[in-house]
C-alpha cells in the first residue's frame, strides 16, 4: 500500500493555504479544519507505511506523542476544554497506558525498551490555563509533560503574532516552580515563535540558541528538548 497519496495530498493542502496568502506554521494562522486535515494524512501516510512493513519489523519501539496547548473553555482553536481533557486523561489511565514527558519517552525509544502502551505528552507555549485546568488531572493520575515555551513571551517582551487579546501564559516564577514540581519539565520553543521555515539561518539560529540559554538560566538545570514552531522544520 502506498503512503504517497495523503502525503502528497496534505502538501496542496498546506501549499493552498499558503497561496491564500496564510503566514503558514504561525498559531492557527491555517484554518482549524485544514490543520486536522494535514494532520490525519499524515497520520494515515504514518499508517499505511506501518502496515506494509513485515510484522516482525514492527517491534515495540514506536511511542505516540499527544500533542495540546490549551485547556480552557475559550473559544479558541487551541483550547481543549478542560471536561473533555480529563475526559481524555481518565480513559487512558482506566485503560492502562503509562503517560511521561518527551525526554523520557525519547529514552525509551533509545533504549529500544519502550513498555507497551506508554504515551507521551506535551503542551506548547505554555499558558496559563495548564496550571489549572490540566495540572490537577496530571497529578492526580500521576502523569508527566513536557512543556514548550518560547521565552520572549514568556517574560512579556513580546506577544503571540495570532492573537487580538493575547489568553494569559506562565511567568517566569510559575514555570521555575512547576519545573521543580515535576509534573511539569519545562524545554525551548524558541523566543518569538516564528515560522523558522520564512526567517534567515542567522535568525534562527538565534531564535533556537537563545530561547535555550534564557531557560536554562531560569530553570538552573539543562535544556534538553526543542520544538519548532507549528512543527515546521
Known sequence: MSCHPPVNLALDIWEAARVEGEIAGVGPSLPAPVKAGVTLTRSLAWTARRRARPAADHGDAGVRILLYHRVSDDDDPLSLPPRRF????EYL????????????????????RV????????????????????????TEL????????????????LAFPWYKRQPPVLGWDAVVALDRDGTFRFEAHTVSHPNLLTVDDQRAEAEIRDSR???????????????YPAGLF
Open 115 to 138: 513498555p507497551p502502551r506508554t504515551v507521551g505528552l506535551t503542551f506548547d507555549d505554555g499558558f496559563a490555563d495548564l496550571a489549572d485546568g490540566a495540572l490537577p488531572v496530571l
Open 93 to 112: 489511565a482506566a485503560e492502562g497506558y503509562r503517560v511521561v514527558g518527551l525526554q523520557e519517552a525519547l529514552a525509551m525509544l533509545d533504549a529500544g
Open 86 to 89: 480529563r475526559q481524555q486523561m
Open 142 to 157: 500521576g502523569f508527566r509533560a513536557t512543556v514548550f515555551i518560547t521565552t520572549g513571551v514568556t517574560d512579556g517582551r
Open 213 to 227: 540559554r534564557e531557560l536554562e538560566e531560569r530553570l538552573e538545570r539543562p535544556v534538553t528538548a526543542f520544538a
